[in-house]
């Protein structure tokens, strides 16, 4: 397919009108042409196909079809291969609907455990969130579908979130907001990017150039089109002329006129509008080219496949004495509303129809299980009754199950949560339960994290997260031991939300929420902070036991153009089969800019049967010991000692070991007169070329050891002296070193300090 021929026969108004969608969920054909429409559709779990009622809320029904788990516990599987079956899955069932663009990922970093869409995305670590992304997009594109990897950028409250804007520095920006969608774009080029409601630092996202053409596109190589969020386009001159190529949904014509306006009044380059519908065209002639709608989209085998993900993702928190698994021989109490109706999906755009769900009641039938409701999710009421029902279940059960954890309306698309408790009812019932048997389990049904008060009073804690239309399945599996738990958590829970980095100003103000805890999200602050937490980032418990030892690096000390390998061994200690998580953290042992204690650099999972040993490597290059630099606008080394560490969590490190790293990049420093000896001292060169300038201002001061009184050398000594020399500036010279003060003398170092 010629695109520029036939982009050169299009009229104006037709190239206009092909910069926005026929509808909701259809970008325009131009008929005259033979250029079709297609469809695109949420995303990101499943499908949200509506065939004839039309909302971006979920409000309205869409097709049966099949719910997958939600990015929280997707997250929580650390396993890039089982996000890459997911999507094939989700991509087979896009070709078999006629849809050319599923609506996700979604990657946004978890800043808050209040935001409403924290269920929709990964994790509040960018390279987790990047590379979940990553093989998810791989899976679904393999199918010859497109993705639209969003909400581009820094999307992490609901609150305001079409007129708020996140104030965000340069350098939290590119460590902390871009990685996820630079790491997926680099490497899966999804076929779309979906820009977010909000602005950033004052831009509407939809209009910054900035943000859609040179970070994206130049910096990052993006080649395909950029598309709105639904309702996002501000002013879409100024949108197109950003980068922005497809304004979704409809704008009625209103705004194709005025892209025709403007070209008409000279506003606006023609070549812009030709170059988004060209890249529009890329994708819609890449989707009917390839499209297979005889894929068969066979549901009860994804049904299976959703039970399969949803059990790789369950982590388990808490484990006193064995209490799980349970055994099928014994008499168990499945107590709460969520065991027979489990909430498994979030409220809004990714909301699906599932044709099927399978709860853990129906999951467990033919086994020794009583059910008592205990709760109701559709008010926070505690009712006597059914307290008093769930502790006679509990009394007569070996273990009690509670089902709890947050009612849709807690958490949901469009507006956030405004604390982090469960309904006070269902912490009631758990504290009753477990006062009644002193066996009990909690599985949890939740977006994001929660206040667990009663920890200390329950012998089991499974986080299911929102896990998807076959969730039920999974967690019985679980609980029964016909799966091992795998999953590790993907976000720090804080023991309250006051502890939350975020806390103080998250919301923002009015229209400005200011990102002032920096890079340091999630346990990237917990753990600078030697804060205690609930439970760590990467925690998560197993049937059996493992051990990783023996970290090796392939160097002790390399340049930053160079790789470091690290390799450790992982061992099954205990008598089950299993899967664990080998993280890998590095951190900068002395550095000039505040950086986290560590940062996650690689992850692995490996499947272990019990006694067996497997050896896991990671390949490290420049990025995983780099900051961003915002003298030089780029990624950056500083010379040094860093600590390369594997650990079950953020919070067990198992091994560490050390690497000294060597910057080739020189940063360029300039000196003037209001240069303080410190930041010259620091450089070697600097160092060198004002020696002879120390020992003239030592002098000046009188403090040369023959000159100082006993008294006086008892009040300063020459490391004070030293110390209190750090923070002058050089002009002080002129000021202090008396009659041996020589401006000249002075502008001669300044020069050569200049020099290089
Ligand atoms: C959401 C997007 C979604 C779109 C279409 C918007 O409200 O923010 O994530 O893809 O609607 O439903």
Known sequence: MDIKALIAQMTLEEKAGLCSGADFWHTKAVERLGIPATMVSDGPHGLRKQDDKVDHLGVNDSIKAVCFPAACATAASFDRALLTRMGEAIGDSCQHEKLSVVLGPAVNIKRSPLCG???????????????????????????????????????????????????????????????????????????????????LNGVYASEHPWLLTEVLRNEWGFEGYVMSDWGAVADRVAGLAAGLDLEMPSSNGFNDRKIVEAVKNGTLDEALVDQAVERILNI??????????????????????????????????????????????????????????????????????????????????????????????????????????????????????????????????????????????????????????????????????????????????LEAYLGGQAVGAATVRVLFGDANPCGRLAETFPKKLSDNPSYLTYGGEGNTAVYNEGVFVGYRYYDRREAEVLFPFGYGLSYTDFVFSDLRLSAAEITDRDTLRATVKVKNTGS???????????????????????????????????????????????????????????????????????????????????????????????????????????????????????????????????????????????????????????RTMLSFAGEKADPAALEQILNKLNES
């Open 284 to 461: 819609v002639f890449r989707y009917t080219e390839n499209a297979k709608p005889d894929t068969p989209w066979d549901k009860g085998a994804q049904h299976l496949l959703a039970a399969d993900i949803a059990a790789e993702c369950m982590v388990l928190l808490k484990n006193e004495g064995g209490v799980l698994p349970l055994s099928k021989e014994e008499k168990i109490a499945f107590i709460g509303e969520f065991a027979e109706k489990p909430r498994f999906q979030g409220g809004g755009s990714s909301h699906i129809n599932c044709f099927k769900t399978t709860s853990a009641l129906q999951a467990a039938e033919g086994l020794k299980v009583r059910y008592a409701r205990g709760y109701s999710a559709q008010e926070d009421a505690t009712s006597d009754e059914l307290i008093a029902e769930a502790v006679e279940a509990a009394k007569a059960a070996k273990v009690a199950v509670v089902f709890a954890g947050l009612p849709d309306v807690y958490e949901s698309e469009g507006y956030d949560r405004s604390h982090m408790r469960m309904p006070d009812c269902q912490n009631r019932l758990i504290e009753a339960v477990a006062a009644a048997n002193p066996n009990t389990v909690v599985v949890l049904h939740n977006g994001s994290p929660v206040e667990m008060p009663w920890i200390d009073r329950v012998k089991g804690v």
């Open 117 to 199: 869409r924290n269920f929709e995305y990964f994790s509040e670590d960018p390279y987790l969130a990047g590379e979940m992304a990553a093989a998810f997009i791989h899976g679904v594109q393999s199918r010859s579908v497109g993705t639209s990897i969003k909400h581009f950028v820094a999307n992490s409250q609901e609150h305001r979130r079409m007129s708020s804007s996140a104030e965000v520095d340069e350098r939290t920006l590119r460590e902390i907001y871009f990685p996820a969608f630079e790491t997926a774009v680099k490497r899966e080029q999804p076929w779309t990017v979906m820009c977010s409601y909000n602005r």
């Open 576 to 730: 089950r089969a299993g899967k664990t998580v080998v993280q890998l953290y590095v951190g900068d042992v002395e550095s000039s800019v505040f950086r986290p204690v560590r940062e996650l650099k690689g992850f692995e999972k490996v499947e272990l049967q019990p006694g067996e040993e497997k050896e896991v490597s990671f390949t490290l290059s420049k990025r995983a010991f780099a900051y961003w630099n915002t003298q030089i606008h780029d990624w950056h080394v500083e010379s040094g000692e860093f600590r390369v560490e594997v650990g079950y969590s953020s919070r067990d490190i198992a091994a560490s070991a050390a690497v000294r790293v060597e910057s080739t990049v020189r940063i360029p420093r300039h000196y003037d007169l209001n240069s303080i000896f410190l930041d010259i001292l620091d450089d070697p060169r600097g160092r060198e070329i004002i020696a002879p300038l120390l020992k003239t201002m030592r002098e000046g001061f009188g403090s040369s050891e023959d000159e100082k009184s006993d008294a006086a050398s008892e009040a300063i000594t020459e490391e004070m002296n030293l110390a209190m020399l750090n923070y002058m500036p050089l």
